[in-house]
């Protein structure tokens, strides 16, 4: 049973909220998740469809077309899963087309939130490693921070900086253990593909992907890393927003006294 923490835990308490949390909303947010690998899978397969393997004007618009298009609904319907986990955290009622719609609106924040996020990240790992590393924990929770706060992208981003601040250490070991954690399910996947790709071997030689591996491997991939992935990212966004908080109100005592 799953109960949101309201002071600050340890590492594996956080760990095992995150566990919990995935458990409680697993039934919400699973088949969109399915969807959203779904809403990408066509891409994989214009290239069947372009049988002189040639870069043509029209074959680059028809692939740029459906890449933006499929970016488009993944992008609404992450927006949508992290808005029905954090009801589901929340012990919040929040139908599916309510959540559709916020992730709806919340699509082009989060779109230039993590632009930015990234720019940033990257000139910084371009330049000097370990300032682009640091940017990447500071700003890792803007995406979140756009859903759960309802802010613009520029204030994701500075709130996703006040909560890591003073935890950075820290946040970046329980994103490293969640990255194992999710790396561990893309293994099993990792096996699964390559049973199905001994047992069509002609499609591998061809240079064609199976559309099985999209349509069918990929979505039942999505149904567990994506809400765990999440689960476990808000579980520590949850944490670290409770620190602040804390951090604040002991602040304005201390004013006060």
Request: charged letters at 10%; hydrophobic letters at 60%.
């Amino acid at each position: 049973m799953y109960s949101q923490a309201t002071a600050p835990q340890t590492i594996g308490g956080v760990l095992d909220s995150g566990f919990k949390l995935f458990s409680a909303c697993f039934t919400q947010v699973f088949w969109l998740a399915a969807i959203s690998a779904l809403a990408t899978a066509p891409i994989s397969l214009l290239q069947t469809y372009n049988p002189t393997n040639s870069l043509s004007g029209g074959f680059v618009a028809l692939l740029l077309c459906g890449i933006l298009v499929g970016a488009l609904v993944a992008g609404v319907i992450y927006g949508a899963v992290i808005a029905r986990i954090d009801a589901v955290a929340r012990s919040a009622s929040l139908r599916v087309g309510e959540a559709l719609a916020i992730g709806l609106r919340r699509l082009p924040a989060m779109f230039v939130a993590g632009l930015l996020a990234g720019l940033v990240t990257g000139v910084g790992l371009i330049l000097l490693i370990i300032p682009g590393l640091i940017f990447m924990i500071w700003f890792v929770f803007a995406p979140n921070a756009v859903i759960v706060e309802r802010v613009g992208p520029i204030e994701a981003l500075g709130y996703s900086r006040a909560l890591v601040r003073g935890h950075w250490w820290r946040t970046a070991a329980l994103l490293t253990i969640v990255g194992i954690i999710v790396g561990v399910v893309y293994v099993i996947l990792i096996v699964v593909v390559g049973i199905l790709v001994v047992s069509n071997p002609s499609a591998i030689a061809s240079g064609q992907t199976p559309w099985y591996l999209n349509f069918i491997a990929g979505p039942l991939l999505a149904m567990v890393a994506v809400p765990l992935t999440y689960a476990l990212l808000l579980s520590i966004y949850y944490d670290l927003k409770t620190r602040l908080e804390g951090g604040d109100l002991a602040a304005r005592i201390a004013a006060t006294a």
